[in-house]
Structures are given as C-alpha cells and as structure tokens.
C-alpha cells in the first residue's frame, strides 16, 4: 500500500529553519506531483507548496514565497521542504501529498495520499 511518511518536524525559535522530508513507498514516486500542505489549531489545512514529477517546476503560496522552498529526489523517492526564516505563524502540522495531476494542484481535493504529518512548532 501507498506510505508517506514525514519527518523533520520540531520546535525552532522564530528566524530558524528546519528541513522537512517525505519518504514515500507503494507508489511509482517519479509518476507523481507532491505537495505540502499546513494545518494549524482550528485551522482548515492550507496549501503550501507544490513541485512537478520530475522537481523542474515549483509553486509556493504567497504566505511562504523567499522562505520555503520543496524539491524532490525521485532516486530515493523522497520529497523535501526548506522551511528558512520561521515565524510563529507557520506553527502547524505539516503533512505532504501526492497528487496524480500534471498540472500545478493546490487543494486537498486534488491528491490522492496523504501522510500522518509532522509537527512544526515556532516560537519567539
């Protein structure tokens, strides 16, 4: 079966970065656009960023443009995101997705698989 599985997730101070990664299994990774999504406290969960099968395109939300960025290995099936710059806003739980799309794909409803998530915590 199809496994996403995050890791990376911390407590950081605001200003800091982390490095997120997404290992995937169970599917032909490089067939797949990946993304990243965000859900706070009380909060709907929201795009974040979103790369292409082969990782030549990327898509970010304005809210993290300059300060994230997603890339992909598709040798390890592994998809990634530079979160630089953190600010206490950014707190959430932070799952990635793959999507069997081509085109750039920025709701929930246009993925396919979903993992658990990590937790990014940021404080002042």
């Known amino acids: 079966q199809v496994q996403l599985v995050e890791s990376g997730g911390g407590l950081v101070q605001a200003g800091g970065s982390l490095r997120l990664s997404c290992a995937a299994s169970?599917?032909?990774?490089?067939?797949?656009?990946m993304g990243w999504f965000r859900q706070a406290p009380g909060k709907e969960r929201e795009f974040v960023a979103t790369?292409?099968?082969?990782?030549?395109?990327?898509y970010n939300a304005d809210s993290v443009k300059g300060r994230f960025t997603i890339s992909r290995d598709n040798a390890k099936n592994t998809v990634y995101l530079q979160l630089n710059s953190l600010k206490p806003e950014d707190t959430a739980v932070y799952y990635c997705?793959?999507?069997?799309?081509?085109?750039?794909?920025?709701?929930?409803?246009?993925?396919?698989?979903w993992g658990q998530g990590t937790q990014v915590t940021v404080s002042l």
């Open positions: 997705a793959a999507s069997g799309l081509a085109r750039p794909a920025v709701t929930t409803r246009n993925y396919d698989y």
């Open positions: 169970g599917l032909t990774f490089s067939t797949f656009r």
């Open positions: 790369i292409s099968r082969s990782g030549g395109t990327t």
